[in-house]
């Protein structure tokens, strides 16, 4: 969706991905646009460790070209207040990001998506490293963050996939390495009665 398979010489596309009614596969669109509006959340905390907590949270609007100090601030702040990381960091904005906790880690990493008003978030399998108690702070982020922004977010685990999500797609790869949309619904029909047998294995743990 935010086209990392570009850089994958072997990685083959089918079908069509919109947003906003264009094709994000479109040769005219420019990466760098495409990942303003397509943020990404990796399932390992991955902050700027020698960077500060604020200028991890600011490094993809000075990324697209940001300069004004003050625009940069407010940024920061409102970044952080939308990641619920605000009142834990605001007086140690300079200390180094690789202080924070891995929990704190993953917010900034999504205090530093949330930066640039991305209009999708892409989450993947965020809470794969974290502990129980942080995985359930990640759970609730994403339950106020979707008031504002759209997300996607990828997860093996059914359970989180039946707490966190309003829509569900299930996704197979097949022995040749191609992956199918098995189907897609409300999350609520996907675990109840979803209409693939092969669906229904999957959420049972028959395979996996």
Partial sequence: MNRMHDLTPSAKVT?????DGKDVFDKSIRLTDLRVRVGMVFQRPNPFPA???????IAGLRFVGVKDKSFLQESAERS?????????????LNAAAGTLSGGEQQRLCIARSLAVEPEVLLMDEPTASLD???TKQIED????????VTIVIVTHNMQQASRVSDN???LLMADDMAGELIEFDRTE??????KDPRTIDYIQ???G
């Fill in 15 to 19: 079908g069509r991905i919109s947003l």
């Fill in 51 to 57: 960077m500060s907590i604020y200028e991890n949270a």
């Fill in 80 to 92: 952080l207040r939308a990641a619920a990381l605000w009142d834990s960091v605001k007086d140690r």
């Fill in 132 to 134: 129980p108690i942080a």
């Fill in 141 to 148: 982020l994403t339950q106020q963050l979707k008031e504002i």
């Fill in 168 to 170: 569900c797609a299930f």
């Fill in 189 to 194: 029909k996907i675990f109840n009665n979803p």
């Fill in 205 to 207: 743990g028959k395979f």
